[in-house]
């Protein structure tokens, strides 16, 4: 493992990935800690803020141009944008707790889970970063493979659930 690659790079990319694995960490704590608390308010708002950071500072890496600047990562930026927005929404304006819970979910999975597997292939920045530049396929395919069924599992249950507590009567 090397930061070198990171340190090397442009201001964009340092912020990118900064606040990428801080909402990594953040949203994860968020989605399985307990909800509608003051602690899960003030994270949730915090991983709000850093993924919006992460979305825009996105648009300003253009390694990979294939529309213009812009290469098919670059739509993940557009659904993290109306994943939050429809999070918030939900969550302010119509008091909705399940379309919230899936916004929110959804935007933790495609946003970091799913966009941050692609950052792992061999070539790319991040690869480089925990593999070494001459790696080849094979760790990413296992962080690939790890991402993709933490994001079914996540995508189908959610927070695992402790079984409701029997009351004893007395």
Do not use: C
Not at 23 to 37: H, S
Not at 106 to 134: K, S
Request: proline share 5%; no cysteine.
């Amino acid at each position: 493992m090397s930061l070198a690659p990171l340190l090397e790079a442009g201001p964009a990319v340092q912020i990118h990935a900064s606040t990428a694995i801080a909402a990594f960490l953040i949203g994860a704590l968020v989605l399985w800690r307990d909800k509608g608390t003051k602690l899960h308010k003030a994270l949730g708002r915090s991983w709000v803020v850093l993924m919006l950071v992460v979305a825009t500072s996105a648009l300003f890496i253009n390694d990979i141009r294939m529309i213009g600047p812009f290469s098919p990562i670059h739509l993940f930026v557009i659904t993290t944008y109306v994943g939050i927005a429809q999070g918030m929404w939900a969550i302010i304006v119509n008091r909705d707790v399940v379309a919230h819970r899936a916004a929110m979910r959804g935007t933790y999975v495609g946003g970091l889970l799913l966009a941050g597997a692609f950052t792992f292939l061999p070539g790319r920045r991040m690869h480089a970063v925990l593999f070494g530049a001459d790696a080849g396929w094979t760790p990413s395919l296992i962080v690939i493979g790890v991402a993709l069924a933490t994001t079914g599992y996540l995508w189908l249950h959610g927070r695992p659930r402790a079984a409701p507590m029997l009351r004893l009567k007395r």
